[in-house]
């Protein structure tokens, strides 16, 4: 089975904070994103990564940078926390080839960020 | 920008019910997926049907794709309690980079 496993379940920092969320995936996949999900606005796509040290914007970046060193890792960085980051913070990954499996992602169980 | 959109926003049913959830999308598609969410954990993928296809069928999961209305439904029959949860549908038309989900349907089936 595929494992996207993020660092932290629940996580409270404060305004103005590096806040650093971390994502590792097992199954080799060249693709991996960064979301967040707020109640009625469905996922946002933050960044994504289609391979190492390469990373495009999403449909809202502002505020936000990525890390891909590693394959299997992505981190997401909140360079200074705020109040309106408070959030669900969601990692998937998945392949870049294989016919329709390249569409399907994998996601880990998410992280509940709070910015006090 | 939000391509997928769920209706009803929410469903309640009884058990042994069967559920219906409909999505919407506004430009052309290269497939359609159904992802299932249970409350505080990360979205599973369900099942994807491809453009060219009209129906797909997985377990007690019933997709159809209507491209010419832009629209495709999800249909769980014979609910049980264990399918509480929010489905989104999600939309690729640009290699699988940017799949974009929907806003969601939240399921509740009472025991």
């Known amino acids: 089975d595929v494992k996207v496993t993020q660092s932290s379940r629940y996580l409270v920092k404060r305004t103005g904070e590096k806040v650093f969320l971390e994502c590792v995936q097992d199954?080799?996949?060249?693709?991996m994103f960064w979301y967040r999900q707020d109640p009625g606005l469905g996922l946002r796509l933050i960044y994504f990564s289609y391979d190492v040290k390469m990373k495009e914007k999403g449909d809202i970046p502002e505020g936000y940078s990525v890390s891909r060193e590693k394959k299997e890792r992505f981190s997401l960085i909140l360079e200074s926390a705020s109040t309106n980051q408070t959030s669900m913070y969601l990692c998937?990954?998945?392949?870049?080839?294989?016919?329709?499996?390249?569409?399907?992602?994998?996601f880990g169980a998410g992280t509940r960020l709070s910015v006090l | 920008s939000q391509q997928g959109e769920e209706d009803p926003q929410a469903l309640s049913i009884q058990e042994g019910e069967n559920a219906t959830m409909n999505c919407s999308y506004k430009t052309s598609i290269n497939n359609l997926q159904w992802y299932r969410q249970n409350s505080g954990r990360g979205l599973v993928h369900l099942i994807l049907i491809r453009s060219n296809e009209r129906e797909k069928h997985s377990g007690r999961l019933r997709v159809t794709l209507d491209t010419s209305k832009k629209s495709s439904s999800l249909l769980i029959t014979a609910s049980r309690a264990a399918d509480t949860a929010s489905y989104f549908c999600a939309t690729d038309n640009s290699g699988g980079f940017k799949t974009i989900f929907g806003a969601g349907t939240r399921l509740f089936v009472k025991a």
């Open positions: 199954m080799d996949h060249e693709n």
């Open positions: 998937a990954s998945s392949f870049s080839y294989g016919g329709q499996a390249k569409n399907i992602q994998y």
